[in-house]
């Protein structure tokens, strides 16, 4: 992988002028080397730390954690400056499945990718259904294009899972549901994400499908700018079975007798989210009980339908349903917000990426509740079960046009949300214009007015 930058002073008279020169140089070719560490499932650590890819974030120390918050946000402010020229030869087709106008579309993309026009000889991945659908008709594409011979493959769900590094580079064809659905399928490392819009709303999905090929065929000679987007690690944590649990107190045992080894709860499971982790009542006619803890912490206990914890990029999602503030997807942040809080005092809350966040059901709830990752894996959480949230350490790899990001985030919640929208007051200059010809009108109707009593009278 090599980077580029669009535009540089190489040649300069200007000792200052060389100096930041050879600073910014030194620090293009350490941006590089730390996206090429994600994919190789490599983030940079601290050296006298345990290897951070040897542990989930939420079993990280402060200081662990907070590093490891800090170098993916600086790398995410340095590939904004830069076009990563990637080395692509692998590429994954994403679209949904189900969608036959988006199969047509998706076999053209392919159909493009396994042109024998194409300099490089790409090996493209589309999803196992579509190797016997007759809209794709993956036979015919290949009957049309000898030279694709063994470079059209079909991916799995399990390749995905335990193989990410198989692929170089993702299309996805679809809404930001289809990128989510991306996110899901790479747990973990996620190779840099191209999305041609093709949905309803479009805060993930930046490129026209009609001018795909341009799209690729700049992406892949001139290079891409990434975004980083912070995800979340959501780890269900199930209550280990002790005699007398109707004494059991979840708020101790969080901030009390795990710090000494007693451990109460065991692991069941985690996953990478890119838009919200919800914890609600689920089918439960009651509200839920829930406890809120930040790192060593008893921060509340909500009454509540459910609490929605999100990403800056799921700001915009049911965070923004449930009254939550919009973020702007750059900001190292956590957001927790209550749906339909039974009080008047509870307000949306804004908390830092480094901090270790759990929600739990407490021992004497009257029901249990339920909790969602991404809008899938619906869990149970019994009494005394609880969910731990924290930033992962493999964010997800977004590709961006070239152009100011935060101008481009305005433009979408202004696009698709309306963000801000009313009738502009009018100036003064323009009411007393308006009042001028209301008055003018007025007259108009009292002259008619008196004419037809004329007329009437005569």
Not at 83 to 92: E, G, Q
């Amino acid at each position: 992988m090599t980077g580029q930058k669009l535009a540089r002073k190489d040649d300069t008279a200007c000792f200052v002028h060389q100096l930041i020169e050879k600073d910014q140089r030194a620090r293009e070719s350490n941006a590089l080397n730390d996206f090429n560490r994600i994919k190789e499932d490599q983030l940079p650590h601290d050296g006298g730390d345990q290897q951070l890819g040897a542990t989930h974030s939420r079993l990280l120390t402060k200081k662990q954690l907070s590093d490891m918050a800090w170098g993916v946000r600086e790398l995410s402010k340095r590939l904004a400056t830069l076009r990563l020229k990637l080395k692509v030869r692998v590429v994954f087709l994403l679209t949904k499945a189900h969608d036959e106008d988006l199969i047509s579309n998706t076999r053209g993309v392919a159909e493009w990718l396994l042109s024998k026009d194409r300099v490089t000889p790409y090996i493209v991945y589309v999803e196992e259904t579509l190797k016997d659908n007759h809209r794709f008709d993956a036979k015919g594409l290949v009957a049309q294009e000898p030279s694709s011979e063994g470079r059209l493959k079909y991916w799995t769900n399990e390749l995905c899972r335990k193989h990410p590094n198989t692929f170089d580079f993702i299309i996805t064809l679809g809404g930001d549901g289809t990128v989510l659905y991306a996110s899901w399928l790479f747990q973990r490392v996620v190779p840099p994400v191209l999305s041609f819009a093709m949905g309803s709303l479009g805060f993930l999905t930046k490129f026209d499908y009609d001018n795909f090929e341009d799209t690729l065929a700049t992406a892949f000679k001139d290079g891409v700018t990434v975004a980083l987007r912070l995800r979340f690690e959501g780890t269900v944590m199930r209550a280990n079975a002790r005699d007398a649990a109707s004494d059991r107190d979840l708020v101790q045992e969080l901030i009390g007798e795990e710090a000494d080894n007693d451990h109460t709860h065991k692991p069941d499971g985690s996953y990478e989210i890119l838009n919200d982790i919800v914890v609600d009542r689920g089918p439960n006619p009651t509200m839920s009980a829930i406890e809120i803890f930040g790192d060593d912490e008893h921060f509340t206990t909500v009454q509540a339908d459910g609490i929605c914890v999100a990403t800056p990029t799921g700001s915009t999602a049911y965070n923004l349903a449930a009254g939550g503030s919009l973020c702007h997807p750059e900001n190292p942040v956590i957001l927790v917000t209550a749906i339909c809080a039974h009080t008047l005092s509870f307000r949306p809350i804004i908390l830092p990426d480094t901090i270790v966040l759990r929600i739990g059901v407490p021992y004497d709830a009257r029901t249990s509740s339920w909790a969602s990752f991404d809008g899938r894996e619906r869990v149970e959480l019994k009494r005394g079960d609880y969910v731990t949230i924290s930033a992962s350490r493999y964010p997800f790899a977004n590709v961006m046009p070239q152009g100011r990001r935060s101008e481009d985030w305005i433009n979408s919640i202004s696009r698709t949300l309306q963000w801000n929208s009313r009738q502009r007051q009018k100036s003064f200059k323009e009411w007393e214009a308006n009042e001028k010809e209301n008055e003018k009108e007025n007259e108009k109707e009292n002259e008619k007015e008196n004419e037809k009593e004329k007329a009437i009278g005569t």
